[in-house]
């Protein structure tokens, strides 16, 4: 048998929901020589790469650290951690990801109480203070910051005052809204928080920041049952992420994209929190106005869209598949799909980090204007 040729991809923009543009910086830091996972050089690193985290997420929790895997085991490290069997948790759902967080409490034996609201439209606050009322044993408040699926920012600081005031703990989906938009997670009292590294902070995929609350600590080590993961107990966790010099192997960290995270989140701290939030709303702003000359909608009302994931809505009368399939032959240019509800009805235009800049909206408006025509 020969051997198979080298892989050696495109230079795609990426501008969709994910993974996002990676900046040549972290690739190059990727590249860099792998160190042993327990290097007292390495161990430096984790201790920074956390501290660069606690700035992201606007925290000082000492429980702050990547996942050692994509945002989805963030999200059912924050569940499984929290949630023991038999207990109720109010999980807000208006897109798929607001579903999955369902899908992992049933699985943890617990029970979800839903508050349902259409695709499209952001979580009623209303309606999550009825069932709050409405039981009074429910020990979490779960919902998604940013639904990457339909493109609404739901409202977290009044959700997690919400769950403060009814002695719940709140936890936060942040994949797609960590530095793309105001999140900040001691000033709204958020007891957990996860993150994906491949949205706005454009690190290659496979990470999952999380931090989590004194108040979620103290549920931690109170618990009755052990978490029914091994691999996401943060009891064990802590001995490797944890505490100064004693650290135990638990799992290898996947060192070479530590590196890669620990440089997009520097590029972040460069740049300042606030200033990159900034970018994004100024990203939206100069796509949105190009969208509408080309008459394409967006269909998510002002008011709470998000400016790194614009949806669009696809004219009557033109193919989906064939305008994305245009894209990526003619112009290298990767937008995504609808999702669920959305499929075939909506364009989802993502302005992430690395790839939210004004040249790249003016390719992406460019090459739909070509296809479209
Ligand atoms: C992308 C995404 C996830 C899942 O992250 P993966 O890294 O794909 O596992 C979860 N929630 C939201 C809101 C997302 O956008």
């Known amino acids: 048998m020969t051997t198979p040729s080298p892989f050696i991809p495109p230079e795609r923009t990426l501008m969709g929901p994910g993974p996002s543009d990676v900046s040549p910086r972290v690739l190059n830091a990727m590249a860099r020589p792998t160190l042993g996972h327990l290097d007292p050089l390495f161990i430096e690193l984790m201790d920074e790469t956390k501290s660069l985290l606690q700035y992201a997420f606007k925290t000082s929790n000492a429980l702050t650290m990547p996942v050692s895997a994509p945002g989805s085991a963030g999200m059912e490290a924050c569940l499984a951690n929290l949630i023991e069997p038999g207990e109720k948790v109010v999980v807000c759902v208006n897109g798929v990801f607001g579903s999955r ?89 958020i007891d957990a928080v996860y993150s994906g590294s491949q949205k706005c902070l454009s690190c290659v995929p496979g990470l999952s920041p999380v931090t989590f609350s004194e108040r979620a600590v103290a549920k931690i080590q109170s618990r009755t049952t052990p978490v029914q993961s091994w691999f996401l107990d943060m009891n064990l966790i802590v001995g490797y992420w944890g505490k100064g010099g004693r650290r135990a192997y638990h799992h290898t960290a996947p060192v070479n994209s530590i590196y890669a995270l ?103 408006l460019a090459a739909l204007k070509r296809a479209l025509s």
């Open 262 to 364: 620990y440089e997009s989140l520097r590029m972040l701290k460069e740049e300042g929190l606030e200033a990159c939030w900034q970018r994004h709303e100024n990203g939206h702003q100069q796509l949105a106005e190009g969208l509408q000359a080309l008459g394409l909608e967006l269909a998510v009302a002002p008011e709470y869209r998000l400016p790194q994931l614009n949806v669009v809505k696809i004219p009557d009368g033109v193919d989906d598949t064939e305008v994305r399939r245009q894209l990526l032959k003619h112009s290298n240019l990767e937008i995504g799909a609808g999702l669920g509800e959305f499929a075939g009805k909506v364009w989802r235009i993502g302005l992430m980090g690395y790839a939210c800049k004004p040249r790249n909206i003016d390719h992406c």
């Open 101 to 189: 967080m369902v899908e992992n409490v049933k699985r943890m034996g617990a029970e979800p109480v839903i508050v349902e609201d259409p695709w499209g439209q952001q979580t009623s606050l209303q309606k999550v203070e009825d069932a709050l009322k409405a039981h009074s044993d429910i020990v979490a408040l779960a919902f998604v910051h940013a639904e990457t699926s339909t493109g609404v920012r739901n409202d977290a600081q009044a959700l997690c005052k919400l769950a403060r005031q009814y002695q719940c703990l709140s936890i936060v989906d942040a994949v797609t809204s960590l530095g793309g938009i105001e999140l900040a997670v001691d000033e709204w009292e």
